[in-house]
C-alpha cells in the first residue's frame, strides 16, 4: 500500500493513509468512531464570504451516516441577497475531502465544507463554489489545461500597546520575536491549518506595523503553495476562520481589510497562478517565460478592470489601491516588478546551484525547477469573495489563451521600470488604471459580463446583483472627497474592518 502520511499534518490522512482527494463517506465514518468524535460541524460560506456553520451532535451510526448522505436544509434567502424567502430552501451537501478536526471545539468534532444545491437536486448555479467549479471546468475543456492557484493572505493583529522591543514603523517586514510580538499566533494559527489540510508555504512578518491611540498594529502574511484551483478557495477560507478563532481565543483582533488607516500599508490578497498541462506547468518553457503565460497575462490585464469586481469590493479597497502604498493602480505587468499588477517573481530558472555554493558538501542540485515558475495578481484584497475572485481569474486565463492578439497586449503593457518614480512617468501615462471606487468596478463589470457569461460560467443574476451592491456604496467620487480627511477615512475603515 502506498504511504501518503510521511509528514503529512492532516489526522485524517494520517489515520487513513490516503490523500484527502479520495476519501469516501465510509473513511469518514471509520475515522469518527474509531476516535470518538462526537460532532460533526458542516461549514459553507454565504454572501458575505465569512464561513457559516451547521452544528450536529451524533446521536447513532445511522444518524451520522444520514447526515453524511443526504446532507441538510438551510435558507438561502438569509445567507445570499440575490435568493428570494418564497423559495428559500437549498440543500447543503458535505463534500468528504475537506473534512478536517476542529482544532477550537471542546468536544471532539470533524468539520466538513459543502455544496449548495436546489430543490431539484442540482447544483445551485449561483453558488460561489460552484461558479468556481464551472470556471475551472470550462477552462479545462476549451484549452486542455488546468489552473493551480495558491493567496498570500495579508493581515493586522491589533492589540494593546507594548514599550519592549519596539519595531521601527513601517519596518516590519520578516521581524523576529520579541520585536514581532503576534510571531507565535501565527506558528499556531499556521499549524492549525496544516491539521485542516491547508498547503502552508511559510508565515512572516509583513512591512506594515504601527502604534495608533495605545494600540499595537502588527501586519503579518501567510502563504500557502499552489494546488488545485477549488482546494486552493477552500483553503484560504478555512484559514481565514482559523486566523479569526484563534485570536478570538488570545483576545486580540484579526483584521483582512485593505485599508487600516491613512498612510499606512493596507492587506492585500495577491494570488499565483500556474497553468498546468499533463502534470506539468506550462507558465515556463526553456529556462523562459513561456507565450501560454504571456497569453494568461493578457487575459488577466483585458479583465482587470472587472475583475475588482470580485477581489476589492467595499469603498475601502480603493483607499488601497494608490500609488505608493504597496499596491498596484496601473494595469502591467514585468519581472521581479512590484509596481505592476501582475509580477512574474523569481522562479529558480537559472538552475540552482546556490545550494552547492552555500553548502560545499552537497552535490549540485539536478531536480527540475520548472513547476515552481508562478504568476502574480496584485490587486486583490481581503474584502474578496475568494471563490468568484478565482473564478474570475479562471476566465481571465481563459480569455487570455482565446484571444487572437493575446501577445500584443503582453508586448504593449511589459514594463520593466517602477512606474511610480517621477521619471517614468511618461511610461505611466501610457497606462490604463485601474478602477478608483466601488461604482467604476461595477460599471465595468457590466462592460465586460458577456467574457464571464460565455459558457454559462457565471449567471447573469449574479453579476447583476454584484453590480447592484457596489453601486449602492455610492463612492463614485468617494476617494478625492475624503482623501484628505484622516477621521473619515478612519469610519470607513471601521465599517469595513471585518470584511471578507
Known sequence: MTVFTELNPNPLVQYLNKPSAEFTRADIIKFIEDHNIEMVNFRYTGGDGRLKT???????????????????????????????????DLYVVPRYRTAFVNPFSDVPALDILCSYYNKDGEPLESSPEYILHKAHLALKEKTGYSFDVMGELEYYVISEEEDLFRAVDQKGYHESYPFAKWEQLRTEAMTAMAKAGCLIKYGHSEVGNFIQDGKLYEQNEIEFMPTNLEDAADQLVIAKWILRSLAYKYGVTVTFAPKITVGKAGSGLHVHTKLVK??????????????????????????????????NTNPASYFRLVPHQEAPTNICWGDRNRSVLV??????TGGNSMIYHANPLEAPATDDLSQL????FRCPDGSADIYLLLAGLTVA???GLELENSLEIAEKTYVDVNIFEEKHKSRMEQLNQLPVSCWESAAMLEKQAEIYLRYDVFPQGVIDGLARRLRSFNDEHLREEIKNDQNKVMELVEKFFHCG
Not at 54 to 77: A, K, Q, W, Y
Not at 291 to 304: K, V
Not at 373 to 376: D, H, I, L
Request: net charge positive; glycine share 10%; no cysteine.
Open 278 to 311: 499533463n502534470g506539468k506547468n506550462q507558465m515556463i518553457e526553456n529556462g523562459k517565460l513561456s507565450n501560454t503565460a504571456r497569453r494568461a497575462i493578457a487575459g488577466y490585464l483585458e479583465l482587470a478592470p472587472s475583475l475588482t469586481a470580485f477581489g
Open 343 to 348: 509580477r512574474v517573481p523569481l522562479g529558480w
Open 54 to 88: 451547521l452544528n450536529f451532535v451524533i446521536s447513532s451510526r445511522e444518524h451520522l451516516n444520514s447526515i453524511l448522505t443526504t446532507g441538510e436544509r438551510v435558507d438561502g434567502s438569509s445567507l445570499f441577497p440575490f435568493i428570494q424567502a418564497g423559495s428559500s
Open 397 to 399: 486565463a481563459r480569455h
Open 373 to 376: 515558475q508562478t504568476v502574480e
